[in-house]
DNA sequence: GGTTGTGAACAAATTCACAGCG
DNA sequence: CGCTGTGAATTTGTTCACAACC
């Protein structure tokens, strides 16, 4: 009953999935409904926020009642396109590399890893979390084979752009880059990033500013979104 | 010459360590000075931006010629707090525990690894990049000791809070969250989070976005932010 | 009564465009 | 002339507040 055509705002995008896992939460237990006000608290915003982000996917609430749990995560779920797996390839596996590997939350949120790559030919053939580590090389073929489309990154600095470019060129188009580097992808693709020494800075910055207090009014906290 | 009392947007902070790198970048170099033009390239974003976020430090470039790389760097290393070392606790030695204490670009960027804790008493006293992994219920100890300032959480989603809040109760108001959890913390601390999942889910929208082209016009490409 | 859905008001962030100055 | 610094314009995101509806 909803109209289709709707375009969503990057800012509510990146909001969704901390709803859906919310919702996650709510669907073991026997709660049927849930208000904006109640989905507000759980996924840390507020109840407005809630619902004009909910509203961009369609007219999913009862007034006087709230959100259908089942429905509402069922509609969230297509519209995020997790009616679907996407397998990855993770490039480089050095520590984080390894790390991301053995996540187990991956898999079971629908983000098999198909493929682990890496240049150095020293560390191609040995096991990490039971897969094979094959070379970069073999890109083009890996992607085609497991129909990749996401492609994260965990190399060295200076090797990310060339990774990225690779990654591009075997038809992957979606990047998680975790490299502290600044990599460039055409419109046509999709780039997220994750820098941890970035995310210290700025806890620095708001650090130092509390540890400077008494010089005149309070700084104000700051939010997150990074990756998130 | 610059008047001190002004109010640095958070989205501008939150770029301020990725120019940062930029410039440690051409510090090497014998490039003396850097026109917004070429920082916003290796920035990944646009000169106008640059401009007007280095503005909010004061008025540190020269018309005409572009802004003197080295003094820059120190006003901006300042701004951000990274004059001094921040000591980090990471709590939860798992996976992702045990990667981020590997992880050289810490101690390397001013922010060493002064301890590792965990709940789990099989964990404790076991070395981990060289650190002994002690109790979690030493934190206000550890804490206090090392002068520990920033904590990060690498903890399973379902202790996140209880771990927030005892290391808020520590006097550690830096918090960089990596569990899949939604953490409260008041507004006399900040918070930062890096969430895998949600990325991922982030790219699937756009992903899917893509992969139904055709049904009309070309869906924009996201950008990043979190966690940088 | 209770809660959604949404225009309208507001705030934050980005971009434009050009004056100001080296 | 070239490049910064910044008001003004624009776009994006958030919050308010209330009509619409169950």
């Known amino acids: 009953m909803a109209d289709r055509p709707r375009r969503i705002p990057e800012a509510t995008v990146a909001r969704l999935p901390v709803y859906l896992r919310s919702l996650l939460q709510l669907a073991g237990e026997k709660t049927g409904t849930i208000s904006s006000e109640r989905l507000a608290e759980m996924a840390g915003v507020n109840a407005a926020k809630v619902r004009k982000d909910l509203s961009y996917l369609g007219s999913y609430g009862t007034r006087g009642v709230g959100y259908d749990v089942e429905y509402l995560l069922f509609q969230m779920s297509r519209e995020l396109g997790l009616t679907q797996d996407w397998p990855v390839v993770i490039v480089g596996i050095?520590?984080?590399?390894?790390?991301?590997?053995?996540?187990?939350?991956?898999?079971?949120?629908?983000?098999?890893?198909?493929?682990?790559?890496?240049?150095?030919?020293?560390?191609?053939?040995?096991?990490?979390?039971?897969?094979?580590?094959?070379?970069?090389?073999?890109?083009?073929?890996?992607?085609?084979?497991?129909?990749?489309?996401?492609?994260?990154?965990?190399?060295?600095?200076?090797?990310?752009?060339?990774?990225?470019?690779?990654?591009?060129?075997?038809?992957?188009?979606?990047?998680?880059?975790?490299?502290?580097?600044?990599?460039?992808?055409?419109?046509?693709?999709?780039?997220?990033?994750?820098?941890?020494?970035?995310?210290?800075?700025?806890?620095?910055?708001?650090?130092?500013?509390?540890?400077?207090?008494?010089?005149?009014?309070?700084?104000?906290?700051?939010?997150?979104?990074?990756?998130?």
Request: aromatic content about 4%; overall charge negative; cysteine-free.
């Open 94 to 228: 050095g520590n984080m590399g390894q790390a991301l590997a053995n996540y187990p939350g991956f898999t079971s949120r629908g983000f098999p890893i198909a493929a682990l790559v890496d240049a150095d030919a020293s560390k191609v053939g040995h096991e990490v979390h039971g897969k094979r580590v094959r070379h970069i090389d073999e890109l083009p073929d890996i992607a085609a084979e497991q129909h990749i489309a996401i492609g994260i990154i965990a190399t060295p600095a200076h090797a990310a752009q060339d990774v990225a470019d690779r990654l591009l060129a075997a038809g992957v188009t979606s990047i998680l880059n975790f490299a502290p580097a600044v990599i460039n992808v055409p419109a046509t693709a999709s780039l997220r990033k994750v820098d941890l020494a970035v995310e210290l800075q700025i806890l620095s910055f708001y650090q130092q500013q509390r540890d400077n207090e008494g010089d005149g009014a309070a700084a104000p906290a700051p939010s997150a979104d990074a990756a998130g």
